[in-house]
């Protein structure tokens, strides 16, 4: 097994019984990223000299044993809408191009103040909308295991660089699936964590009510310790969460003893291929095998959540992406002009992508004088029972299990012409965001030889639940270490 | 639900602060309208008696105290202009003589 292949678990105990540093994991994911990065294109920027810096202080410290996490020295890669002092953080977009915050993201923060190598800035959808990372205004994004085929996205660049073994974990973030579709097309681990779970200040916003940002791992091990370094309250973000974080790999018991799963009949029917649905399946029958109880729930809401999600997410997108107007950062149009008005209209419709464009009219339509009460606020009032959809079914259940994508990964240029049928690739995924709560994905086996993942999702702040079924189902197969051959 | 006119079209982007040649404004109708159509399946559910949710976890008044802190420095946050000047950032003007 090459070095580049290991989870990051693997990688820290190798390190902790003195048989690999820190620079050598370094060394060996710089290394792949020259070997396979002309054919993935996961990174927007790489970054081999900060990351060999940090990797010579987290050597220092873990041979002082005075590492401050339990990943130090771990190679990570960090998805471009998420702000890097000192370090271009474009959102893929032509609006950001120049843009250099002067300040980290505290999730980013948190994974530099540990010192995990930052290997460099994955690639995206342009401001995070969209699922195949087609829209990235630099570079499309490659599935490691069909060249030929979409990564998935809007983390498309960090589920494509752990996949193809680029870095060992990633960070994404997820208004409707975009860490958890291309996790599952890359055939990866991708969790979405609860709202406010992880402080989403220096994330440059989307849909403000439903972004949070989460790990992309090689498995649920890895995914554990990610969450337990990047979750909890943060003082610059109203809307993280002061709830008390728990060690999560404690919860990593291999049992699924005593608890109970629900499985949305809607989530697996019409709508989701055929061969998706039977990998999905199987997967649910040999949980039920190993002892969890499951069974099938209606929850008739949830059928509604694409059309709320393309109200809400448009709506808050043209009022967070009002900011971009080429003053205070960002690009701006070479139009000569002597009216303000003209200055912004002109860099916003030169700066933004095509598919930024349409969700700013088609938020800025919903919010509009006479439209505000038939669309907004009657997408809010949906919101409401797709969330006591899930209120309830948690009553009963203590997870949900459904596929993540319908699909497994489409090809390049299949459907980027027509927005509507690439929005379909959310309809498993988008009623989590809108109701609030976490959901993983988890590989489950393959089908036409790639990649399917099984979602699994609990109620707010039940993370640990989710890594408990996941894990126990992850340690009974072997499918999260299959590796694909690039 | 009617359809969005070319006149609506024009009238969001301007409220949008986007300038759209006439073609991009005839694609984002046409892509307007092939969503809108979607919206339409929202109006089979009543929901006279149903509250809104705007955030799906509930918080109400996140305080803090009210102290000063360092901002980021100015030469670094200017650093990012398009155009400046000294600590100002330079736009066409915008009130008159």
């Known amino acids: 097994m090459e070095l580049y292949e290991l989870t990051a678990h693997e990688l820290i105990e190798q390190i902790a019984a003195s048989q690999l540093s820190a620079q050598e994991a370094t060394e060996a994911c710089l290394a792949r990223i020259e070997a396979v990065e002309d054919q993935v294109n996961s990174f927007v920027t790489v970054t081999p000299e900060r990351a060999r810096e940090q990797a010579a202080q987290a050597d220092q410290k873990l041979a002082a044993e005075t590492a401050p996490n339990a990943l130090t020295g771990v190679p990570i890669g960090i998805k471009e809408v998420m702000c890097t002092k000192g370090l271009p953080s474009t959102c893929s977009s032509k609006m950001l191009e120049n843009f250099v915050p002067p300040y980290d993201a505290t999730a980013v923060e948190r994974t530099q103040d540990a010192l995990l190598p930052m290997v460099g800035k994955t690639n995206m959808d342009e401001f995070a909308m969209g699922s195949s990372t087609e829209n990235s205004a630099f570079q499309v994004t490659r599935n490691p295991w069909n060249l030929d085929r979409v990564p998935g996205g809007s983390s498309g660049g960090s589920a494509a660089a752990v996949a193809a073994g680029e870095a060992f974990v990633a960070l994404g973030s997820d208004t409707g699936g975009s860490i958890r579709q291309p996790a599952a097309l890359c055939g990866i681990v991708g969790l979405k964590p609860t709202y406010g779970r992880v402080s989403r200040y220096g994330l440059i916003a989307y849909a403000s009510s439903l972004d949070q940002i989460g790990p992309l791992t090689k498995d649920v091990t890895d995914c554990a310790l990610v969450m337990n370094l990047i979750s909890g309250h943060d003082p610059l973000d109203a809307t993280s969460a002061d709830v008390p974080v728990p060690d999560y790999t404690e919860h990593l018991t291999g049992s699924v003893d005593g608890l109970k799963a629900g499985v949305p009949t809607q989530l697996l029917g019409e709508g989701i291929d055929p061969q998706v649905r039977d990998c999905v399946q199987a997967a649910i029958d040999q949980l039920q095998n190993m002892g969890l109880e499951c069974e099938e729930v209606r929850m008739p809401h949830i059928d509604y959540s694409l059309p709320v999600y393309y109200i809400i997410a448009p709506a808050e997108c043209s009022s967070n992406l009002a900011r971009f107007d080429g003053v205070r950062y960002g690009y701006r149009t070479p139009v000569e002009t002597d009216d303000i008005n003209e200055l912004f209209s002109h860099t916003r419709a030169e700066g933004f992508g095509p598919e930024v464009r349409l969700r700013i009219m088609l938020g800025t339509y919903a919010l509009s004088a006479g439209y505000y009460d038939a669309y907004y606020l009657k997408a809010l009032k949906v919101r409401t029972l797709i969330k006591s959809d899930f209120d309830r079914a948690f009553e009963k259940y203590d997870v949900l299990l459904s596929p993540t994508s319908p699909t497994v990964a489409f090809e390049i240029g299949e459907r980027a012409d027509d927005p509507l049928a690439m929005k379909l690739a959310d309809i498993c995924t988008i009623p989590i965001n809108l109701a609030g709560i976490p959901a993983i994905s988890i590989p489950c086996g393959f089908a036409q030889g790639l990649p399917v993942g099984l979602q699994i999702m609990a109620g707010a702040f039940a993370e640990e639940k989710i890594l408990q079924v996941a894990y126990a189902y992850e340690q009974a197969n072997d499918w999260h270490k299959q590796r694909p051959a690039l | ?97």
């Open chain 2, 1 to 97: 639900m009617p359809e969005i006119t070319p006149e609506e079209v024009a009238h969001v982007a301007s409220l949008a602060h986007l300038a759209l040649p006439p073609e991009e404004l005839a694609r984002v109708g046409h892509e307007l309208n092939r969503i809108l159509v979607y919206f339409q399946e929202l109006e089979q559910l009543n929901t006279d008696d149903v509250e809104i949710t705007s955030h799906a976890i509930a918080m109400e008044n996140v305080y803090r105290q009210d102290s000063s802190r360092p901002s980021l420095p100015v030469e670094e946050v200017i650093a990012n202009a398009p155009d400046s000047a000294d600590v100002f950032f330079r736009v066409p003007r915008i009130v008159d003589k």
